[in-house]
């Protein structure tokens, strides 16, 4: 493990989990603006920025290899992409953070990670162009939900795609939220909004598929880690959302 890669072993918060809350959105220059493309050494996910520090989240398995047993590395993120255009430019990673328990089990409730940026070739922070979006955990898992990635199973991954469904408890995994929603491979990481279009909090993100049983349909069904006291608040609060 380099010096730039860390892994954490949270604490649950018992009181906080509970208690509904939010962090508030930044000013963004468009709705979609902070949602974009992460590249990665590995190939492609999706990611979101929710912390005006420059800090995006997106799916713990396109940070780090469980099968490998090591980090995957080379992110670098693109908001805003569309068809090989970065229209906000490249932003290379800094830091990235896992959950220890991400590592030591991989269930889906710990899938999520947090990366802080640096700035593009213009010197600028990514939230100069983006702004950035709030944060929401301990809510209910049935939310109206709209969803975002880049799916290579539509437009080749190569357009930001969204879904907009109710969302309720995965039938297989505690804290798990699963919704209706065409996309697959590549969406993992992308931000799963609670109120968007008014509030803009996110409130989990692309998780991927179990099976018929757990989830529903491949490809008609995905599933999320809800946002609790138990992954993005320890994340958040290591990495300085």
Not at 218 to 223: A, D, E, H, L, S
Request: net charge positive; with cysteine.
């Amino acid at each position: 493990m380099t010096k730039d890669l860390l892994m954490h072993t949270p604490k649950i918060l018992a009181v906080a989990a509970t208690i509904a809350t939010i962090s508030t959105a930044g000013p963004a220059t468009a709705q979609t603006a902070g949602i974009g493309k992460l590249f990665t050494s590995a190939g492609a996910c999706s990611a979101s920025v929710i912390s005006g520090k420059n800090i995006i989240v997106t799916a713990a398995h396109c940070c780090y290899n469980r099968s490998k047993k090591q980090w995957i590395g080379g992110w670098s993120f693109a908001p805003g992409y569309n068809n090989g255009n970065a229209p906000y430019g490249m932003f290379p990673w800094k830091r990235a953070r896992v959950l220890t328990r991400w590592i030591t089990n991989g269930n889906r409730a710990s899938d999520v990670c947090v990366i802080s940026l640096k700035k593009n070739s213009a010197r600028r922070p990514i939230t100069y162009y983006t702004g950035w979006y709030g944060r929401s955990w301990n809510y209910s898992p049935n939310q109206n939900m709209r969803s975002f990635g880049y799916p290579g199973n539509i437009a080749n991954g190569q357009t930001l795609q969204q879904c907009a469904a109710p969302s309720s408890s995965q039938a297989c995994g505690a804290n798990v939220v699963k919704m209706a929603c065409n996309m697959t491979y590549g969406a993992s990481g992308g931000p799963w909004f609670r109120d968007f279009g008014s509030g803009y909090h996110v409130n989990s993100n692309v998780s991927g598929w179990d099976d018929k049983s757990c989830t529903g349909g491949f490809g008609k069904v995905f599933n999320g880690p809800r946002f609790t006291s138990g992954n993005i608040v320890p994340l958040c609060r290591d990495e300085g959302c």
